[in-house]
């Protein structure tokens, strides 16, 4: 069975310090995507990345990377010098593809960066 | 090229009432899906469509639910009878059609936020 598990309900740091925020799967199928989706206070998801599970190089953009290692079915997000405007929730989600799509989300971390 | 519309963006019904949510997806997308957060958890998939199809209705409660997605006009979530526990932010996504092979991302709209009195 497909899941997310995602066991920091909530992370609190202070500005610019850099915080990860960790993301487990579960899934029995060799062929996958992977993303993290930011929800800020105003309530829309904002998509960040997706991966697919044949490409496990590590991405970075900005000040956000993502460790990506099928060894330990995780997905890992890490927010270098964090900012205020990073306080948000943020989901990790896995989808399938013999299962048309749906994504199976994590229940998120609520990241609170304080000045 | 407009993104996902979802209206109303708040609803409030009271006890008993009936809900009806819309979808409208981004232009050339013919697949929906619904998913749900109730408070303080994350997003819960409910169900799937294609145009006049469920593909996959897993997620969705088996009494009082009901979702289309007709030839013309928008996805519809249907909550009959509602209840406080169906409060809750509902959010659609649409994607393009794509072969089994391939993957089409989904883009979400904003959500609607259903308070039940």
């Known amino acids: 069975a497909q899941k997310v598990t995602q066991a920091q309900t909530e992370i609190s740091v202070v500005e610019k310090e850099d915080v990860t925020l960790d993301c487990v799967y579960e899934t029995r199928d060799t ?3 992977l993303f993290w989706y930011k929800q800020p206070p105003s309530g829309e998801l904002v ?5 697919n599970s044949f490409d496990e190089q590590n991405e970075i953009s ?17 927010i270098t010098a964090s900012q205020v405007v990073d306080s ?6 896995l ?14 971390t609520e990241l609170s960066v304080k000045p | 090229n407009a993104g996902v519309m979802q209206n109303p963006r708040h609803l ?12 409208s997806p ?10 749900r957060q109730l408070p303080e958890e994350g997003l819960k998939f409910m169900v799937y469509l294609q145009k006049e199809n469920i593909i996959d209705e897993s997620g969705m409660p088996k009494e009082r639910f009901s979702a289309e997605f007709p030839k013309e006009g928008p996805s519809i979530l249907r909550i009959q ?3 406080r526990g169906d409060s809750a932010a509902y959010f659609c996504a649409s994607s393009r059609p794509g072969g089994a092979s391939s993957y089409n991302e989904q883009f979400f709209g904003p959500g609607t936020r259903l308070t039940v009195l």
């Open chain 2, 12 to 23: 409030v019904r009271r006890r008993g009432q009936e809900a009806r949510l819309r979808c």
């Open chain 2, 26 to 35: 981004m232009k050339g997308h013919s697949h929906v899906y619904w998913y």
């Open chain 2, 81 to 83: 009878q509602v209840v």
């Open chain 1, 95 to 108: 989808s399938e593809v013999n299962q048309g799509g749906k994504l199976i989300f994590g229940q998120g």
């Open chain 1, 31 to 33: 062929t996958y995507y």
């Open chain 1, 62 to 78: 900005g000040r956000y990377s993502w460790n990506f290692q099928k060894s330990t079915s995780s997905f890992n997000f890490t």
């Open chain 1, 47 to 51: 998509f960040l990345i997706r991966r």
């Open chain 1, 88 to 93: 948000a929730v943020y989901f990790c989600a």
